[in-house]
């Protein structure tokens, strides 16, 4: 395995970068202990952040677990409820990988010592798909394994001839992600698909992301909509990229905004995003856009855009400036297409420290 091989050729540097990332993290602590005002929770909440990842990035998912939930009670005294929960669930999800981790690190040392089994191949290629979502990794090992349907459907992954049969193979597993891969490629070969094969895609797509009948409930807390727009939205728990439920958007004749509750924005770097699902939709459809003027009452104004007829969760991102003296500052969701329907979910914009500043973005309350 490449990637394992290149690992220990960096295990010395792997090892000091965690001595590193554990003194830092004692520190930040240690910090939180005296911390009174807003602006030192947020910083201690950012730093542990910052080295929430970096722990994932060394595969130490206990320590990750523990970092999460610092950075979860830094946030709960701020108080900024909604990352606290993200760190809440990014510390129970880091508990479950580092448990199944030492049940799969033996059998990843053994491949590394180029001694691995086929048992341990399964074990391996196992986490890494279902667990951590690395198929780059857990594929090549799969095919190695001792299960010989994994070890077949693996191989037929590898070599990639025949998108949607490999996709409805996984779409039949029952491990934890493997819908996810089923998914992967039917995205591949939707672009290439037209007419009834597009359609019977659709319905495939449909069922294995969608929870149930759709039952449209209220508009998310704090979205108000323009005095002018007749558009309608709703709250729908059948489908979401995260968390219970995403937000619809209907087809409308009119243009219709609606503002949704953000913080102040003070000067500085930001990164806006949005899951986005179009189904159905004809064009290329404008729906998350930022607005502010600068001193001299020129324009600053991202939007990003749901790519036209595109049935999977898709993420769409773009960094921007907001220099002194920008003034208006106001976050909008536009509604203005005429076929299909829209599904948006975990709307962000976040300062380069990893500050949220759209408030419930995620449409969980």
Not at 251 to 280: C, E, H, N, Q
Request: with cysteine.
């Amino acid at each position: 395995m490449k990637t394992l091989a290149l690992a220990i050729l960096l295990l010395p540097a792997m090892q000091e970068d965690e001595e590193a990332l554990r003194k830092k993290h004692a520190e930040v602590t240690q910090f939180l202990k005296t911390a009174k005002t807003e602006r030192e929770f947020r910083a201690a909440a950012s730093d542990l952040a910052k080295l929430a990842q970096a722990a994932m990035n060394l595969r130490k998912y206990d320590l990750a677990a523990k970092v999460c939930s610092d950075a979860e009670r830094a946030c709960r005294a701020i108080p900024d409820p909604a990352q606290a929960q993200e760190h809440q669930d990014a510390a129970r999800r880091m508990t479950e990988i580092a448990k199944e981790f030492l049940k799969a690190a033996k059998a990843v040392d053994r491949i590394i010592a180029k001694q691995g089994t086929p048992e341990d191949y399964l074990a391996s290629g196992k986490f890494f798909c279902f667990v951590l979502g690395e198929w780059g990794i857990g594929i090549e090992d799969l095919s190695k394994s001792k299960d010989p349907a994994l070890q077949k459907l693996a191989e037929s992954d590898l070599v990639g001839t025949e998108p949607l049969s490999i996709g409805d193979a996984w779409a039949a597993r029952k491990e934890p992600l493997a819908k996810e891969r089923a998914l992967w490629w039917y995205a591949k070969e939707w672009p290439k698909l037209t007419g009834i094969a597009r359609e019977k895609l659709r319905s495939k797509v449909k069922a294995l992301t969608s929870r149930g009948p759709s039952r449209e409930g209220a508009v998310p807390t704090g979205w108000k909509m323009d005095a002018k727009g007749q558009g309608r939205i709703f709250i729908d728990e059948s489908v979401s990229k995260s968390g219970r439920r995403s937000v619809c958007l209907t087809p409308t004749s009119t243009s219709t905004i609606w503002w949704t509750p953000f913080k102040p924005f003070p000067p500085g770097t930001y990164t806006m995003s949005a899951w986005v699902l179009p189904d159905g939709t004809e064009k290329e459809t404008e729906f998350f856009n930022f607005k502010a003027w600068d001193a001299s009452d020129k324009a600053i104004w991202p939007i990003l855009k749901a790519p036209a007829d595109f049935p999977f969760w898709t993420k769409v991102e773009q960094t921007f400036e907001i220099p002194p003296g920008a003034k208006q500052s106001h976050i909008y969701v536009l509604q203005h297409f005429a076929e299909g329907r829209v599904w948006i979910d975990d709307l962000s914009i976040r300062d380069k420290d990893g500050t949220e500043y759209v408030e419930n973005g995620g449409v969980e309350k």
